[in-house]
């Protein structure tokens, strides 16, 4: 079991990850505590245990529980945040028998944001060799900007392209996520909230599969968006689905 408490850092590990990260051996399960607080920043940054998790990179027999804090700062403008319990970012990385909790406030100033319970922003999916959980049982998401531009909330990622997924489990007992976004002026269609338990923006741009997703609750699940300018797409699965492929294949989802 490791404690890590980072302040003013965006990830554990930095740059972009490509090796392999493991818990003990004969399959037993490693705890990762994580707590991440900083500030906000110009530019793009990634915050969770991995900053950015690429390909050929290998997590597996992990329980990882992460708490990200951002802090507004007036004097930025137009930065992204990629934030999620287990990696900013996931390109194609091999996940399996990985649990992720997350807690997360975020409170930006004009930041394009994703936020993740697996990553903020994930390409490629969960394989069927994996087992792959996210516990949100009583947790918080706090997300809220000023902005003019659009924040991503979901599950698995805020933002996901090119996904297939064979098995996913969530636990939303007691799960609060509150999205906001004030910003004063005209309205601007481009300053949109997406928010979903699997997906906050789903981008299909190529033949993509979810199957067998599992969500267990016994208590009540909170998500809530509210904004004065712009659209909020809010949804049981997915906040919204951008189709440009005609093959989307969904089978046994339970809840």
Same mark, same amino acid.
């Given at each position: 079991?490791?404690?890590?408490?980072?302040?003013?850092?965006?990830?554990?590990?930095?740059?972009?990850?490509?090796?392999?990260?493991?818990?003990?051996?004969?399959?037993?399960?490693?705890?990762?505590?994580?707590?991440?607080?900083?500030?906000?920043?110009?530019?793009?940054?990634?915050?969770?245990?991995? *900053?950015? &998790? $690429?390909?050929?990179?290998? %997590?597996?027999?992990?329980?990882?529980?992460? #708490?990200?804090? /951002?802090?507004? !700062?007036?004097?930025?403008?137009?930065?992204?945040?990629?934030?999620?319990?287990?990696?900013?970012?996931?390109?194609?990385?091999?996940?399996?028998?990985?649990?992720?909790?997350?807690?997360?406030?975020?409170?930006?100033?004009?930041?394009?944001?994703?936020?993740?319970?697996?990553?903020?922003?994930?390409? *490629?999916? &969960? $394989?069927?060799?994996?087992? %792959?959980?996210?516990?949100?049982?009583?947790? #918080?998401?706090? /997300?809220?900007? !000023?902005?003019?531009?659009?924040?991503?909330?979901?599950?698995?990622?805020?933002?996901?392209?090119?996904?297939?997924?064979?098995?996913?489990?969530?636990?939303?007992?007691?799960?609060?996520?509150?999205?906001?976004?004030?910003?004063?002026?005209?309205?601007?269609?481009?300053?949109?909230?997406?928010?979903?338990?699997?997906?906050?923006?789903?981008?299909?741009?190529?033949?993509?599969?979810?199957?067998?997703?599992?969500?267990?609750?016994?208590?009540?699940?909170?998500?809530?968006?509210?904004?004065?300018?712009?659209?909020?797409?809010?949804?049981?699965?997915?906040?919204?689905?951008?189709?440009?492929?005609?093959?989307?294949?969904?089978?046994?989802?339970?809840?």
């Amino acid at each position: 079991e490791i404690s890590l408490g980072l302040v003013g850092s965006e990830m554990c590990i930095r740059d972009r990850f490509r090796g392999v990260m493991c818990g003990l051996s004969n399959n037993e399960i490693s705890s990762i505590f994580l707590t991440l607080s900083t500030t906000e920043a110009s530019d793009e940054h990634y915050y969770g245990l991995f *900053g950015y &998790l $690429d390909k050929e990179a290998v %997590v597996r027999n992990l329980n990882i529980t992460t #708490s990200i804090g /951002i802090s507004k !700062n007036e004097s930025i403008s137009q930065n992204t945040i990629y934030a999620g319990g287990l990696a900013g970012q996931i390109n194609e990385a091999l996940l399996s028998n990985v649990t992720v909790k997350l807690s997360t406030g975020i409170h930006a100033n004009d930041a394009t944001i994703y936020v993740g319970g697996i990553a903020g922003k994930m390409n *490629g999916g &969960l $394989d069927e060799m994996n087992t %792959v959980k996210y516990d949100g049982n009583q947790g #918080s998401w706090i /997300i809220q900007s !000023n902005s003019s531009h659009n924040i991503y909330a979901g599950l698995v990622s805020g933002y996901g392209t090119n996904v297939y997924i064979n098995r996913f489990d969530v636990d939303t007992s007691g799960l609060s996520i509150d999205v906001s976004n004030f910003k004063m002026g005209n309205y601007n269609t481009n300053s949109n909230i997406y928010a979903g338990n699997l997906f906050g923006y789903l981008d299909i741009t190529k033949d993509t599969r979810i199957n067998h997703i599992h969500f267990n609750g016994k208590q009540k699940q909170t998500l809530y968006a509210s904004m004065n300018i712009g659209n909020a797409y809010v949804g049981g699965l997915v906040g919204y689905v951008s189709v440009s492929y005609t093959h989307l294949r969904a089978h046994e989802t339970e809840a």
